[in-house]
């Protein structure tokens, strides 16, 4: 049975799951009659009182909120609004703060906000919401790139205050499940950052398998697959999820594992949110630290396009020779590619590889074919070295700094930005290891390069961590019993490439704004001093309104043209990586997370037509009234993007929306 005749059947299932319950077509929102009668005070009542209005994270600075933009407040509020931790630790503070032309939090925001501290919180909050008929968004630390956690005219669950990390070193049965299954694990709440977990974790020897960037929140990574160094080795985190709690539609608290709700369980480990439910709590596996990690490169270069072609190509090979033996060379690490241009002195490519207990002469040892190789080409341009090493000793870890090889400092490119464009694909592992297949990638990346928007910083990274290939066989088989794309299982790993550019759209364009904007727009977008609009950018950062006035709106009208190159590199990527071949089968895909917001096949994309087909049925059974709504979430099709998902889309528009292109 094909996808879109699935969601048709689903759309008609979901009429008539639940006898007797009203099926509005939209939700109750300010703009309806209904609004007024929603009793907020019983909310605010069973909820303890921790229900408010949800207030904007730059409030001090605006007038419709009482605030001053020359106050000393507004100056603190805007300082801070580069602080990941200020901004996440913010009831409805956002790390991404929209995409140009798309959505943005200063109209895309929610009306009320439940600050949830317990598990009846959360399950009167959602019980509430679906009583009343109301859109609900929940939200953790604020890292989302499309606006999945915000909505507007929506009641917002804020789970972050929820930070409980309890260890069971000894062993940890999951719900249901026999003795014999006990394993070390650790159990946390949705609220829990990285920067919470890691520290704590290797105090007691041991690692958990989740992101790098200390400040993104178990609640929204755990579930969407979430990788780090290790993944490789021990598999992501929904891998590794043992347990979960999880709040129905109807309020309901269950535990969820193998052995309890085993298809809720299922969904859980890889559907992303938006599924069947909200999470409270997560128990997954621990595992030992490193004593040590290991480092291995080969880095190349060319200085001619048709040398650099070939010297791609050959990295590409290797890529997928290093896959082969991910769990001896490759934990995690990087594909280094960067084209300037003849006139520019060529370019680089290079493999970066890190590992877990390594041994750095076998590492060398697999990348070293590479080197020989291109030492060998004689009357080319290219050249090429492998180096080995080990890259760190706990013995040298130093508690004080929290400084760990496996979590870093979120970058600031993506601290109160906005995005241009983002798009992420993988590569399939089977194609760059044969000639054509990587000189076709190759060919497409010095493409991608000459596409990229000229003059602006942005990211275009190659990330080993976030494919499946080459994992342990017990890792693999386990992959194929969660709800993730197995296409994951032949990716070497993930090509992003995300452009953001500092933005706080709550504001009008003003100096006080600007002064704060400045230092990052010069690094991001605004980057030349010969550019004509530095100069007037720079004198509307130092009080002149006028001048901030203008440097901000012809910034805006530089976009769209940015963005159209953009969209020229996603044709590209697209027509190079489809998720499914000239023979129909499944090829590439992207990560939940970390993607494109216009991607038409989304349900292809991230999980594929067999594990999609199922995680919509786990959803008419769990939500049939789609409570758990977010973009590109699972069952979004089924609902009117012209409405921002508040009216459910006609019947047709569900099988247009799944009309996948191969």
């Known amino acids: 049975m094909m996808l879109k005749e699935v969601v048709g059947i689903i759309s008609m299932m979901i009429g008539v799951v639940i006898p007797g319950d009203a099926m509005p077509e939209c939700r109750c929102t300010p703009a309806h009659p209904c609004w007024a009668e929603v009793p907020w005070r019983v909310l605010n009542t069973s909820v303890k009182g921790r229900l408010q209005l949800s207030a904007d994270e730059l409030a001090p600075c605006l007038a419709s909120s009482g605030g001053d933009p020359a106050s000393a407040a507004c100056a603190l509020t805007l300082n801070s609004t580069d602080n990941e931790f200020w901004v996440s630790g913010q009831p409805n503070g956002y790390l991404h703060t929209g995409l140009f032309n798309s959505w943005n939090i200063s109209t895309d925001r929610s009306v009320y906000t439940v ?17 009343h008929n109301l859109r609900l968004v929940v939200k953790g630390t604020g890292h989302d790139w499309y606006g999945r956690s915000t909505a507007a005219g929506s009641l917002l669950l804020w789970t972050h205050p929820r930070k409980a990390i309890t260890w069971h070193d000894d062993g940890y049965v999951a719900a249901g499940c026999p003795e014999s299954t006990a394993t070390p694990a650790v159990t946390v709440q949705t609220g829990v950052q990285f920067a919470d977990l890691y520290p704590v974790a290797i105090a007691r020897n041991k690692i958990v398998m989740g992101g790098t960037c200390d400040s993104v929140g178990v609640g929204g990574c755990f579930s969407a697959g979430c990788y780090g160094p290790f993944t490789k080795l021990f598999g992501n985190a929904a891998v590794n999820i043992l347990e979960a709690r999880v709040v129905l539609a109807n309020g309901t608290i269950v535990t969820a594992s193998k052995c309890s709700h085993p298809d809720l369980f299922w969904s859980v480990r890889g559907g992303g949110g938006g599924v069947a439910g909200v999470f409270t709590e997560f128990t997954v596996r621990s595992h030992r630290s490193p004593s040590y990690m290991s480092a291995a490169s080969f880095t190349g270069t060319a200085k001619t396009e048709r040398d650099y072609i070939r010297l791609l190509a050959q990295t590409l090979k290797m890529l997928a020779v290093v896959q082969a033996n991910a769990s001896r060379v490759c934990n995690d690490g990087s594909l280094a ?3 300037a241009g003849e006139e520019l002195g060529g370019g680089t490519a290079g493999i970066h590889c890190t590992l877990y207990e390594g041994d750095p002469s076998e590492m060398r040892a697999v990348l070293q074919p590479l080197a020989d190789w291109a030492k060998g080409q004689n009357g080319s341009t290219i050249e090429g070295n492998v180096a080995a090493s080990i890259s760190w000793n706990a013995s040298d870890y130093d508690p004080t700094s929290g400084r760990l090889p496996w979590m870093e400092k979120h970058p600031d490119r993506e601290i109160s930005t906005a995005l241009l464009a983002s798009m992420s694909k993988y590569f399939p592992v089977h194609y760059i290891a044969t000639d054509p297949g990587a000189s076709v990638v190759a060919a497409a990346l010095v493409n991608i390069s000459d596409l990229l928007p000229q003059g602006q910083q942005g990211t275009n990274a190659f990330m080993i961590a976030k494919g499946q ?20 299982l032949d990716a070497a790993g993930t090509q992003l490439i995300m452009y953001n550019i500092p933005s706080l759209p709550q504001m009008p364009p003003s100096s006080a704004l600007l002064k704060t904007l400045w230092p990052r727009l010069q690094q991001y977008a605004i980057r030349d001093p010969k550019d004509p609009l530095w100069h007037v950018c720079e004198a509307g950062a130092n009080g002149i309104e006028s001048s901030a006035v203008e440097c901000m709106n012809v910034w805006y009208t530089r976009i769209p043209a940015l963005q159209e190159r953009l969209a020229q590199v996603r044709d590209v990527l697209w027509e190079v990586f489809p998720n499914i071949d000239a023979g129909g089968r499944p090829f590439s895909g992207s990560y939940w997370c970390e993607t494109d917001y216009n991607d038409r096949d989304f349900q292809l994309s991230h999980w594929g037509e067999a594990v999609y087909q199922r995680l919509l049925s786990v959803k008419a059974r769990y939500d049939p009234n789609g409570l758990f709504i977010c973009h590109h979430c699972v069952g979004s099709e089924l609902w009117s993007k012209e409405s921002n998902l508040n009216c459910r889309a006609p019947t047709s528009s569900h099988h247009r929306e799944t009309e996948f292109r191969s």
């Not at 600050?115 to 009583?131: L, N």
């Not at 290939?469 to 994951?488: C, F, I, K, R, W």
């Open 115 to 131: 600050v949830a501290e317990s598990e009846e919180d959360i399950s009167a909050t959602v019980r509430f919401a679906h009583t």
């Open 337 to 339: 590619w960067s084209w």
């Open 469 to 488: 290939s080459g994992v342990p066989s017990s890792v693999a088989s386990e992959l194929l019993e969660t709800a993730q794309n197995p296409v994951l």
